[in-house]
T-cell receptor, first 111, second 115 residues
Framework: KNQVEQSPQSLIILEGKNCTLQ??????????LRWYKQDTGRGPVSLTI?????NTKSNGRYTATLDADTKQSSLHITASQLSDSASYIC??????????FGTGTKLQVIP | DTGVSQDPRHKITKRGQNVTFRCDPI?????LYWYRQTLGQGPEFLTY????????KSRLLSDRFSAERPKGSFSTLEIQRTEQGDSAMYLC?????????????FGSGTRLTVV
């Protein structure tokens, strides 16, 4: 069964600090991996997408990594801001255009 | 084009009532998806349309749920005889093609509360 597991479930950090969110998947075959940011009460918005051959992708202060051998991805946030407070969802694309969502990591950045 | 629009943003209804939600996708996108999301969980797939054809329905979509996309543009999701377990965020998303390749553009969702 295709699964996407994210950790931690929730995280509180001080403004200005860095943090790393984890995503482990068992999706096969693998097509690509996306990270979405979901603000409270809003729909998810895509941050990054990586395919099998890519192992890092940046979008401003967000850097995603992918290790297709170990089936792990991480999202690193640098110099966090209050506006980074959101849920971050890892979504893995597989065969036949199927996608599997993780349950998300809820990040709270406090002043 | 202002992205994917959902209406209403919030709906409070009494148990047993029927509710209908609307989604207007990005006009160039021929695929439209409905997802349900409860607190602390990722979105769960409900159904999807390619143009006006409903191509897949999840087993989560009980007989009380029905979705339409009559002209291949906007879509509606109706829940009949609502139950408290239906309380959730209902997300609509559209895509230019297969979601694994093209990703989703999500709307802001409709928050349903059944009391």
């Amino acid at each position: 069964k295709n699964q996407v597991e994210q950790s931690p479930q929730s995280l509180i950090i001080l403004e200005g600090k860095n943090c790393t969110l984890q995503c482990n998947y068992t999706v096969s075959p693998f097509s690509n991996l996306r990270w979405y940011k979901q603000d409270t009460g809003r729909g998810p918005v895509s941050l990054t997408i990586m395919t099998f051959s890519e192992n890092t992708k940046s979008n401003g202060r967000y850097t995603a990594t992918l290790d297709a051998d170990t089936k792990q991805s991480s999202l690193h946030i640098t110099a966090s801001q209050l506006s980074d407070s959101a849920s971050y969802i890892c979504v893995v694309g597989g065969g036949y255009q199927k996608v599997t969502f993780g349950t998300g990591t809820k990040l709270q950045v406090i002043p | 084009d202002t992205g994917v629009s959902q209406d209403p943003r919030h709906k409070i209804t009494k148990r047993g009532q029927n509710v209908t939600f609307r989604c207007d996708p990005i006009s160039e996108h021929n695929r439209l998806y409905w997802y349900r999301q409860t607190l602390g969980q990722g979105p769960e797939f409900l159904t999807y349309f390619q143009n006006e054809a409903q191509l897949e329905k999840s087993r989560l979509l009980s007989d009380r749920f029905s979705a339409e996309r009559p002209k291949g543009s906007f879509s509606t999701l109706e829940i009949q005889r609502t139950e408290q377990g239906d309380s959730a965020m209902y997300l609509c998303a559209s895509s230019l093609g297969g979601p694994a390749n093209y990703g989703y553009t999500f709307g802001s969702g409709t928050r349903l509360t059944v009391v």
